[in-house]
C-alpha cells in the first residue's frame, strides 16, 4: 500500500465517526500534491448540503485528531469542504444514489473518436457502468473512465 493509500485510509478512520456523530456523510478523503504542497482534503455532505459553519465545525476537531495522532510525515494543508457541484462518483454507494440522474464521462482513451460522454446513469458494477444517452445505450469498463461526476445544467 502507498504511504497515499495509508494516509488516506487512517484519516478516513479518524473522520468516520465524527462525521456520524454530526450526521454528516463523509463522502471522500484525498491526499494529494499540488503546486509543490500536499493537501489532505475531506469532502462531506448532508441533505440539503453542507455550510461553511459546517466545514469549520469538523476542520477544527479533525484538525485537532490529527494533531495528537501525528501520522502523516510532511507538511500539509487541511481542507474540509463540500464535494460540489460536480460531484464525482467514486464509491458504490454514489453510484448507487446516482441511478437515474444525469451523469457526465470522460474516458482515458477515445472510444469512437469520443473521449466526452454524457447521459443519464442506468446501471453499474464493479466492473460496468452504463448510461443511456440521447441516441443509446452504452456500456464502459471502469477501468477506461478517467471521470465520472453528475451532470449540471446552469
Not at 65 to 82: G, H, K, M, P, Q
Amino acid at each position: 500500500m502507498s504511504k497515499k493509500e495509508t494516509y488516506e485510509q487512517k484519516a478516513e478512520a479518524l473522520l468516520t465517526p465524527l462525521i456520524e456523530r454530526h450526521q454528516f456523510e463523509l463522502v471522500d478523503v484525498e491526499y494529494v500534491k499540488e503546486g509543490g504542497s500536499w493537501y489532505l482534503r475531506a469532502y462531506i455532505d448532508k441533505p440539503g448540503g453542507i455550510t461553511i459553519d459546517d466545514c469549520e465545525v469538523i476542520s477544527r476537531a479533525f484538525s485537532d485528531l490529527l494533531d495528537e495522532r501525528d501520522f502523516i510525515e510532511d507538511a500539509y494543508i487541511l481542507e474540509v469542504s463540500s464535494p460540489g457541484l460536480g460531484r464525482p462518483l467514486r464509491k458504490e454507494k454514489d453510484f448507487e444514489r446516482s441511478i437515474g440522474e444525469r451523469v457526465e464521462l470522460r474516458t482515458f482513451r477515445p472510444l469512437n473518436h469520443q473521449k466526452e460522454f454524457s447521459g443519464i446513469l442506468k446501471e453499474f458494477d464493479k466492473h460496468t457502468v452504463t448510461i443511456e444517452t440521447d441516441n443509446e445505450t452504452v456500456q464502459f469498463e471502469r477501468a477506461d473512465i478517467a471521470l465520472i461526476r453528475l451532470a449540471f445544467d446552469f
